[in-house]
Structures are given as C-alpha cells and as structure tokens.
C-alpha cells in the first residue's frame, strides 16, 4: 500500500470514527431525554388569556442534549463537516467541549437548525 493510499484511509477512518461518535451521543441524547419527557399526572389547567409570543429560549432553559441531539441529527444526515465547521466557529473542537459553554447553546441550536435546508 502506498503512503498515499495509507493517508487516505486513515483520514476516513477518522471521519467516519467522528460520525460515529456524533450518532452515539445523538442515541445517549435521545434516551436522556425520552426518561426525562414523561408527561406528569395534573389536573388540566383553566385555558389563559392568550399572552404574547415567547421570546427565544435563555440559555438556561435549553438543555444540552437538545443541542447534542440535534448536531448529531445533522451529522447523521451527512452534514458532519458543517457541524464541525459550527463547533470550530464557536471555538470548540468537540460536544463534549460544548456542554461546559451553556451560553452557546441557543446560538448554536439557531445556526444548525439551517443546516441542510437549502
């Protein structure tokens, strides 16, 4: 095998090992939030006034497995450079990296919910 060929093959390995680990977080997301998600027991609730439209979720009320789960969609989809290229923008190089960074979540749920809808 020429040196070539071995540098192409590493470098697709370490594409699709990245993939892969976008997909495993995606499908650790997912189970997080399905356990998370069960509707609680209460009585209904008389109907409200109609109020004015939310304003863009705090970072505070996004929880990063929407964040991990949705980059890892897109990734899963065939956008995994766009979403590294949306990570490195933010200057972070992995998800792992992103939940330390709370305040980037709304930010960045914003711009990769676009990617792909051209």
């Given amino acids: 095998m020429k040196k070539n060929d071995t540098d192409a093959l590493v470098a697709g390995l370490k594409k699709i090992s990245e993939g892969f680990a ?19 027991k209460t009585e209904p609730k008389a109907k409200a006034a109609p109020t004015q439209p939310k304003a ?10 929407k964040v991990r789960g949705t980059l890892s969609s897109k990734a899963a989809q065939g956008h995994g450079p766009e979403v590294k290229a949306l990570l490195h923008k933010y200057n972070v ?15 960045i749920i914003k711009e990769a919910e676009v990617i792909g809808d051209a």
């Fill in 56 to 65: 863009e979720k705090t970072a505070e009320e996004i929880p990063f497995q």
């Fill in 93 to 107: 190089s992995c998800l792992t990296e992103l939940e330390g960074h709370p305040e980037l979540f709304a930010a």
């Fill in 22 to 40: 976008l997909v495993a977080d995606a499908i650790a997301g997912a189970e997080v939030v399905k356990e998370k998600t069960a509707p609680p």
